[in-house]
């Protein structure tokens, strides 16, 4: 116990700050998740061959290729990209982009490939009057979107969603390899300078717990607002 | 884009892809026989076995692999007892470690395929069997059983591919499998994209594979419909 006192002799604290980082992680990925499915659901829905085949490739592409070879690719990957765009301009320094920013990033676009699919298939899930109903009534594109399907598509899409969040949560581990000092990343140090990597990695395991059994309660608790009436 | 490293690094990553089929071959037989054994358990009508079976599940899904293989490899070696005893020859090694972890995962995921399938078999099939005068225990093996795997068979597919995609944590214990060799390239060469591109193109190719694999079992076993 005495290794998870907080202050200056134990762990307790790092362990706690690390735990909100893991958390700001996972939301922040999770929403540029939502960002990208925004973008790619109407690609995939899309009656065009093309906007399609640009819809299908990112889903296939994300979803079958380790998220920590899609890490790496944005770890190594982005502060070249970003150092050659800023080569243009004439600044040639080393350029290092917060580990924060690109380890979201890399999860948000992973995520984003599993909500896409979780949207479009409540999309297609909802009954054809519906968008018949509200052709018949005249509605406008916004409101058609916003009054008739996106509430019945949330109801839809939730149950998976809290999947996709849970993928999104444990995968914030991956962004350790980077040096982002979430949960994962903080009990390798602690582990490796008080030499009892069992105990801290087994704590570990125990917040993401915390951190998924608390979810799902919040979830659930959604789930039964967005299906009154059902 | 930088083609002659794309074209050289190929068959080093193409070498790289046989440790990763080995892991993935040997953690998902190994994770069927736990998936099954678990699935039983929790069907099970003693509460405590049967809550047993489900907390296995319910860990071993809540937290991430990384933990999982990070607790077997890094932390099992801290007991003395465990040093001590002959497990230590399987559990010193990083690729039985990682092999260990993956089975466990897969296992609790395939635990939950298998209960759902064996859930939703039609009282009618077991009935049948029943009113033909055959034992349980052959229900059991000749009814229920390849019913379920029938049922089971999509989900159990994505939850392969999954598992492919999970072999790439083994580089983090410092197995050298295609994301290994991947991550190597790309700091030595410091050119992500190219190594992306084709490492990436093997890891899609086999989860191509597996789709249609699958997708032509369901075919073959869709006598139910």
Not at chain 1, 83 to 94: I, Q
Not at chain 1, 190 to 197: L, V
Not at chain 1, 199 to 205: N, P, Q, T, V
Not at chain 2, 130 to 150: H, M, T, V
Request: charged share 15%; hydrophobic share 50%; net charge positive.
């Amino acid at each position: 116990m005495e290794l998870l006192a907080f202050g200056k002799t134990g762990w307790g604290d790092e362990l706690f700050v690390a735990t909100l980082m893991t958390v700001a992680v996972s939301l922040t990925a999770m929403i540029i998740g939502f960002l990208f499915a925004l973008i790619f659901t109407p690609l995939k829905l899309s009656k065009n061959k093309f906007l399609n085949l640009i819809g299908n490739f990112y889903t296939t592409v994300i979803r079958g290729v380790p998220e920590l070879l899609v890490i790496y690719l944005f770890f190594f990957g982005g502060s070249g990209a970003i150092m050659f765009v800023a080569s243009m301009f004439g600044y040639n320094e080393y350029i290092e982009i917060n580990a924060f920013l690109t380890g979201s990033f890399a999860i948000g676009i992973i995520s984003g490939a599993y909500s896409t699919e979780v949207f479009r298939g409540a999309i297609q899930s909802i009954d054809k009057g519906q968008f018949e109903a509200s052709k018949v009534l005249g509605l406008k594109k916004p409101a058609h979107f916003f009054k008739v399907i996106m509430p019945q598509m949330l109801r839809l899409a939730l149950p998976n969603l809290s999947n996709v969040w849970q993928i999104t949560l444990k995968d914030t581990s991956l962004i350790s390899v980077t040096g982002l000092v979430e949960i994962m990343r903080q009990s390798y140090i602690a582990a490796g300078s008080t030499r009892d990597p069992l105990f801290f990695y087994s704590f570990a395991a125990l917040l993401y717990l915390l951190l998924t059994f608390l979810s799902m309660k919040l979830i659930n608790k959604l789930e039964l607002k967005y299906s009154r009436g059902f | 884009m930088d083609f002659d490293l794309m074209i050289t690094s190929f068959p080093k990553l193409l070498n790289a892809t046989l440790i990763t089929l080995k892991l993935l071959s040997l953690s998902l037989f190994f994770g069927l026989f736990i998936g099954l054994l678990f699935a039983i358990l929790r069907l099970n009508k003693n509460p405590i076995i049967n809550k047993f079976a489900y907390g296995y599940s319910y860990v071993f899904r809540g937290t991430p692999l990384l933990v999982q293989i990070f607790i077997i490899y890094f932390g099992l070696g801290q007991l003395e007892f465990i040093r001590s005893s002959i497990l230590w020859i399987i559990l010193k090694e990083p690729y039985w470690c990682a092999i260990i972890a993956f089975a466990l995962n897969t296992g609790a995921y395939t635990s939950e395929i298998l209960r759902s399938a064996f859930q939703t078999i039609k009282p009618g099939f077991i009935e049948a069997g029943k009113s033909l005068g055959i034992s349980n225990k052959i229900i059991f093996y000749k009814i229920q059983i390849p019913i379920a795997i029938r049922q089971s068979l999509p989900a159990y597919g994505n939850e392969i591919i999954l598992m492919l995609k999970g072999t790439s944590l083994a580089s983090t214990v410092t197995l050298m499998d295609l994301t290994g060799v991947a991550k190597y390239i790309i700091s030595t060469t410091f050119k992500p994209i190219e190594v992306f591109i084709v490492a990436g193109g093997i890891y899609l190719f086999m989860t191509f594979l597996i789709h249609n694999l699958i997708k032509f079992l369901e075919k073959k076993y869709s006598y139910l419909q």
